[in-house]
């Protein structure tokens, strides 16, 4: 339990270390305590640099990095996720210009990923949302969000519980490719899922 709190703060600072956080209204109260420790942790009062889990207790950074890294390598080798003919080894979701619409080619696999999410109830993921760079910053992180949101709307249709799953945006942000050709913007315009 302690180690499922200081992996959900360990997650919860870093998206707030650089990226929009969405989906809000469906934190847990576990989550919205450990959201509280480290809003009051980012407080530029600098009373306190430690990090804390929402028991209080203070966590030692360096062995929960290794852990959580350890357990994401591991679930990542497994012949489900590692077995290119598996459709849980496709782990991004492509977009059209300008769109927010899963394409059809795109269902069975947000199907494969539901189905393991619903059979792993403690499994969560983050649905990174991403655009190319044509367009304000607004409109791309809004873009981000609204594509991670329809692959959201589609696992939450299959069965996937809401808690099991965070929006993320990052708009342009993070590019898969960089340059200005058309095969560039298409790799950018995305929707990783990112298992945790």
């Known amino acids: 339990m302690k180690l499922k709190t200081v992996i959900v703060a360990f997650f919860i600072t870093t998206l707030l270390s650089g990226c929009s956080l969405f989906n809000k209204d469906s934190l847990s109260e576990e989550d919205n305590a450990a959201q509280n420790v480290m809003n009051s942790l980012n407080d ?9 889990n929402a028991d209080g207790l203070q966590v030692t950074e360096l062995g929960v990095d290794n852990q959580i890294s350890e357990g ?46 619903m059979a792993n109830p403690n499994q969560r993921i983050t649905l990174e949302g991403h655009s190319d760079e044509r367009g304000t910053r607004e409109y791309n992180i809004a873009l981000g969000e609204q594509r991670a949101k329809s692959v959201f709307k589609i696992l939450q249709l299959i069965g996937v519980m809401t808690s099991q799953i965070d929006i993320v945006s990052y708009g342009e942000e993070k590019p898969a490719a960089s340059g200005h050709t058309d095969e560039s913007f ?4 995305r929707v990783e899922i990112v298992y945790k």
């Open 186 to 189: 298409a790799l950018n315009r």
């Open 72 to 117: 994401i390598d591991a679930l990542m080798q497994s012949p489900e996720f590692s077995d290119p003919n598996s459709p849980l080894s496709t782990r991004t979701i492509y977009f059209e210009y300008d769109s927010s619409q899963v394409k059809n080619e795109f269902v069975p696999i947000l199907e494969a990923h539901a189905n393991y999410l």
């Open 44 to 52: 530029s009062s600098g009373v306190d640099s430690n990090t804390y």
